[in-house]
């Protein structure tokens, strides 16, 4: 955006990339507002205020005007399966945003007329039925009923997974499946499938019959990759850690983003995990890597940053809140400390996947036991991940040994199933965020997209701060809420720790990479609620423009177009926001339409059913009748 009056003045060491005219949070203690930033070669030149910049901007300089927005350091997601969900982004109808069941069935039905036949519509992870005004899961009948031929697969949570008639059809189900272990497959009385997938406790069934679509070829990877991450661009995240998860194998299932990085096509700053995938196999596999690949092997925007988030499967608790917590083997420690062994003689840092107490504990008692011999943690950086229901003696525990932690905000999605199993006082402290902070722990923001929270950062930094979830539940109280700028730490200086790059990123100080965004909203000022609205106009990402929108739009990086064209992304886009428009008042009269549109659908199905006439369409007033 060319700025009136600003004459180039700098005959030396200008900067690539001026912002102006801002109200930046810098996160650095020693300067922690500033009006204008320059970047060069990548990196932070100068933070200061306006005039400060004159002799910075040269005839190549690109002067961009904030229009006095809020400027922040690039967002950081400490855990997110970034890799994989890039691998199948626009192969997915998000559900994210969507704010009810109609409008999401309306979606799927319009998708699957567009749909070719042997491809799959698939609803994967970022909703909960809760934010739904109608606040349940589609049927298997409004599946078949929106799409007759075309298979549909829609993903709840870790809980189950509801299919229609030809979904299961082509995954292969009928009355001679069996059960996978620890899932069921729901029957009717015939014997036969009803469409319904429970993880009882693991949603190993669940992500299995996913892995039966069709997934995408070589060059539409690659692109639907690059679109994953200008849509994470979008709301002002320049870098995140991958947690790698199930179903992603190395080093298959990295190439994508390994070619990308080569090319300098990738958007998105990535330190990544490696999981091993085959049970009784975790130990070879570990040590074939650890002959392979180094931490810390990479550069600024792709690097190993350790293994995880799992080490051994038998030490992998579940998060499926419906379900009671599961009993791991009485002698997991058994490999498991063999792996951690491993590790740490080889200078290798870990994530470990560890939702509950009884399970951090028992971790902790074999690190402690390698920590008497010298060898834990060996100036090797490892955390736990999710932790909600962590106790304070195993922080102290976690602190002592060194570690740190990554907080994610499933709760947003699954507070009220949390609620229903362990009450509300449990639900106070899951996670006890102030009690790790207390104790000068490292604490990571992080969503755990896709499968299961959006990777819409702001909706963490909003439950973060007010506690709630996506159904408006209040969850935890204030004592255990954390004000707005620490939040923001969390989700930029903490993941900078984790992956051991805080001295380059995570706050804007000269020297340190130009990775920031201008916000839509004043992050610091706007009511509470409006925080999980927030999105970013500008996202920067060492000196690089990587999204622009509003007054900014066509300054980014040209795309290729999405590929297929048949995508759900092509046609519907991403995350859903909601019009601002329609909030508030306007929103709670979009509410009652939406309750009056239930009930005209339900007085059709009563005359479907013949408990109607179908004639109930009049107004029955007793004033106006009597």
Sequence with gaps: ??????????????????????????????????????????????????????????????????????????????????????????????????????DGLALLREQAARTPKGQWVRVVGGWSAEQFAERRLPTVAELNAAAPDTPVFVLHLYQSAVLNRAALKAAGFDRDTPDLRGGQIVRGRDGEPTGMLLAAPSALILYSTLAKAPVLDGEDKKTSTRHFLRELNRFGLTSAIDAAGGFQNFPDHYATVVELAKAGQLSLRIAYHLFPQTAGQEIADLTR???????????????LNGAGENLTWAAADFENFTQPRPQLAADYETEFEKAVRLLMENGWGFRLHATYDETIRRDLAVFERLAAEGLFPAGNRWLFDHAETVTEDSLDRIAALGGALSVQNRLSFQGEAFVRRYGVGAAADAPPIRAMLERGLTVGGGTDATRVSTYNP?????????????????????????????????????????????????????GYLGDFTVLTGDYFSVPEPEIAHIESLLTVVGGRVVYAAGEYEGLDEELPPVSPAWSPVAHFGGYRAADPSRRGGVRQAELIGEAVGEADEHLRWRTRQGLASGQENGVFDPCVSL
Excluded: C
Aim: glycine share 12%; proline share 6%; aromatic share 4%.
């Design 289 to 303: 890597w650890i002959g392979t690949v180094r931490p810390e092997d990479g550069d600024e925007w792709l690097r």
């Design 458 to 510: 702001w909706v963490a930094l909003h439950w973060l701060v007010s506690g709630r979830s996506v159904g408006d539940l209040l969850l935890r109280p204030p004592s255990n809420r954390v004000d707005r700028r620490t939040a923001l730490a969390m989700f930029t200086q903490a993941g900078a720790d984790l992956t051991g790059e805080q001295d380059v990123k995570g706050i804007l100080r000269p």
């Design 1 to 102: 955006m060319p700025v009136g009056g600003l004459v180039p003045q700098a005959t030396e060491n200008p900067a690539d990339l001026v912002v102006r005219n801002a109200k930046i949070h810098t996160g650095d203690p020693s300067r922690p507002a500033a009006q204008a930033i320059a970047v060069r070669d990548g990196r932070v030149l100068e933070v200061g205020d306006d005039h400060d910049m004159a002799g910075r901007i040269g005839p190549a300089t690109r002067v961009v005007d904030a229009l006095g927005r809020r400027v922040v350091p690039g967002l950081n997601d400490s855990h997110l399966h970034v890799i994989r969900g890039g691998l199948n982004y626009v192969l997915e109808l998000r559900w994210d945003g969507v704010r009810s069941l109609r």
